[in-house]
C-alpha cells in the first residue's frame, strides 16, 4: 500500500496525529478493513494484529457500526481496525 500512495498514507499519519493531540476533543479514527460490497452487518473492533476481525469490511457493516458508536462511545480516544468478523 505504501509503495503506490505513499503520499496520501502520510497525510492520513499527520491528520491523524493533529486529531490525536487536540485538546478538550473527543475523537475516535474509526479505520477500516479493505471495503467491500454486500450486506453482511457483522463487524468487529480491534487493532491490527488482535486476532479478532478478518481483512475485509463491509461498506454497509462500517457505516452501521459508526452510526452505532456515536451513540455508544465506547471507543473514544482510540483508533479501531472495523472489519467482519471472522467465520
Not at 503506490?4 to 493533529?18: E, N, S, T, Y
Not at 468487529?44 to 455508544?72: F, N, P
Request: glycine fraction near 10%; aromatic fraction near 8%.
Amino acid at each position: 500500500f505504501q509503495a503506490f500512495a505513499r503520499g496520501a498514507h502520510k497525510d492520513m499519519l499527520a491528520i491523524a496525529d493533529v486529531i490525536r493531540s487536540s485538546k478538550g476533543v473527543d475523537w475516535t479514527i474509526a479505520r477500516a478493513a479493505m471495503l467491500t460490497n454486500g450486506d453482511r452487518r457483522d463487524v468487529v473492533a480491534g487493532y491490527l494484529g488482535d486476532g479478532k476481525g478478518g481483512s475485509s469490511v463491509t461498506r454497509v457493516g462500517y457505516a452501521a457500526w459508526v452510526m452505532q458508536e456515536i451513540h455508544r462511545q465506547k471507543w473514544t480516544n482510540q483508533m479501531p481496525l472495523i472489519s467482519n468478523i471472522l467465520v
